[in-house]
């Protein structure tokens, strides 16, 4: 099994930056990709940065290119998600998720098998 637990959330003016952290124990070995999603009350959960922890190779939803990053330090078992220029739309519950499927869609939720608790974002006006 793999644990992940989130870290980093937290309340920001429009316009500030965040850097989340989730930091996975146990069986990491054969998590081919690693990802960051998002919710809303009543709305479905959304796919925003995916990562191959292999190739480094990354994706991105439309809505966060160019000012979210994400990246991992494999040697601490550590993904961050670096992000910058927030909006008031940004603000959501924030999860990070890994699979040890080898081919996936990356920013679609069901292709992930462990899930962290969650960290809060909240980006005000």
């Known amino acids: 099994q793999v644990h992940l637990v989130e870290s980093g959330g937290g309340s920001v003016h429009a316009g500030g930056s965040l850097r989340l952290s989730c930091a996975a124990s146990?069986?990491?070995?054969?998590?081919?990709?690693m990802g960051w999603f998002r919710q809303v009350p009543g709305k479905e959960r959304e796919g925003i940065a995916a990562?191959?922890?292999?190739?480094?190779?990354?994706w991105y939803a439309d809505s966060v290119k160019g000012r979210f990053t994400i990246s991992t330090d494999n040697a601490k078992n550590t993904l961050y998600l670096q992000l910058n220029s927030l909006k008031p739309e940004d603000t959501a519950m924030y999860y990070c998720?890994?699979?040890?499927?080898?081919?996936?869609?990356?920013?679609?939720?069901?292709?992930?098998?462990?899930w962290g608790q969650g960290t809060q974002v909240t980006v005000s006006s």
């Open positions: 146990g069986y990491t070995y054969n998590n081919y990709y």
């Open positions: 990562i191959s922890t292999r190739t480094r190779s990354t």
């Open positions: 998720a890994a699979t040890d499927l080898r081919v996936i869609s990356t920013l679609r939720p069901s292709y992930y098998n462990y």
